[in-house]
Nanobody, 116 residues
Framework: QVQLVESGGGLVQPGGSLRLSCAAS????????MGWYRQAPGKQRELVAV???????NYADSVKGRFTISRDNAKNTVYLQMNSLKPEDTAVYYC??????????WGQGTQVTVSS
């Protein structure tokens, strides 16, 4: 079992920045990929960004050039730096990990609200 604890969400004005963090604990030795998903009201959960153990990254088209995912393996933590935030980025953001067997673990979610 992998436990994930997210932090860093909040209210920010359009054009502002936030940094999300997700610390993993428990059975972390088998984690391969770490990433972030988001779910806005009335919409399906969608991938935002993912980073693999070899630091390959993938981003949703809607966040490319604005968001950056990074990973500190020594701290078992993944970060999401979000710049130039837009109202449409408003959602609950969930941390996700996948192990080499394809098993997913999810965090509890952190609310990001972009509004003036």
């Amino acid at each position: 079992q992998v436990q994930l604890v997210e932090s860093g969400g909040g209210l920010v004005q359009p054009g502002g920045s936030l940094r999300l963090s997700c610390a993993a604990s428990g059975s972390i030795f088998n984690i391969y990929a770490m990433g972030w998903y988001r779910q806005a009201p009335g919409k399906q959960r969608e991938l935002v960004a993912v980073i693999t153990g070899s630091s390959n990254t993938n981003y949703a088209d809607s966040v490319k050039g604005r968001f950056t995912i990074s990973r500190d393996n020594a701290k078992n933590t993944v970060y999401l730096q979000m710049n130039s935030l837009k109202p449409e980025d408003t959602a609950v953001y969930y941390c996700n990990t996948k192990d080499l067997g394809g098993v997913s673990s999810w965090g509890q979610g952190t609310q990001v609200t972009v509004s003036s």
